[in-house]
């Protein structure tokens, strides 16, 4: 299957820091990502829906001056989390659609687990 | 709007033993059912799908099937490894209006297999 890569993998940082995390489709192009958090023992939740060459649609309750979302090109979107704080810390999974083939089908990068001190 | 509810895990087997984790949704149309499996450390991976009523799912031994009547969608397999132990996500899609796109996820089913 299609490959999603995610960058990086881990990353801890000081409260109050910005962090960029990476999110590529390897060998398809992505007209359509999505951005998770999942908290411990607790399922997804869709954060925003990033659509490429145009604004990010946030779900309810997501701030999007928070979470700000870039999707430039059709294999890389990115999540910043701005002025990260200790309740941000969780683990952000991407997805990358694919329209290849007659279907549809969600491919999921690995994860990046943020920690805010 | 739309939801998936799991059993609550964890859960924990033997080698050899059937397995059965239950899925049940609400949706407002007719949506697609998944099945994901999320191994440690790594990223969720699509495990099996049906995309509609009494469509069965089917992939490495294990199998799930839509049933419209009941709105569940239960992961089986007759005979579980050491190797199936992940975290089960039972998921939707449904296409059209405001959801097109996105996955709904269950709350997830820890599996352990013990040897």
């Known amino acids: 299957g299609a490959v999603v890569s995610q960058h990086p993998s881990w990353v801890i940082c000081k409260s109050g820091t910005s962090v960029k995390i990476e999110c590529r489709s390897l060998?398809?192009?992505?007209?359509?990502m999505f951005w998770y958090r999942q908290f411990p023992k607790q399922s997804l939740m869709l954060m925003a829906t990033?659509?490429?060459?145009?604004?990010?649609?946030?779900e309810q309750g997501v701030e999007k001056d928070k979470f700000l979302i870039n999707h430039a090109s059709l294999t890389l979107s990115t999540l910043t989390v701005t002025s990260a704080h200790p309740e941000d810390s969780s683990f952000y999974i991407c997805?990358?659609?694919?329209?290849?083939?007659?279907?549809?089908?969600?491919?999921f990068g690995p994860g990046t687990r943020l920690l805010v001190l | 709007g739309n939801s998936v509810t799991q059993m609550e895990g964890p859960v924990t087997l033997s080698e050899e033993a059937f397995l059965t984790i239950n899925c049940t949704y609400t949706?407002?149309?007719?949506?697609?059912l998944f099945w994901y499996v999320q191994y440690p450390g790594e990223g969720l991976q699509l495990l099996l799908k049906?995309?509609?009523?009494?469509d069965k799912g089917s992939n490495k031994g294990f199998e799930a099937t839509y049933r419209k009547e009941t709105t569940s969608f239960h992961l089986e397999k007759g005979s579980v490894q050491v190797s199936d132990s992940a975290v089960y996500f039972c998921?939707?899609?449904?296409?059209?209006?405001?959801?097109?796109?996105?996955?709904?996820f269950g709350q997830g089913t820890i599996l352990t297999v013990h040897p």
């Open positions: 990033s659509n490429e060459g145009s604004k990010a649609t946030y």
């Open positions: 997805s990358a659609r694919d329209y290849s083939g007659y279907q549809e089908t969600q491919y």
């Open positions: 998921a939707l899609f449904e296409a059209g209006g405001t959801s097109y796109g996105k996955l709904t």
């Open positions: 060998d398809f192009q992505a007209t359509t």
């Open positions: 049906a995309t509609k009523a009494d």
């Open positions: 949706a407002t149309g007719y949506p697609s």
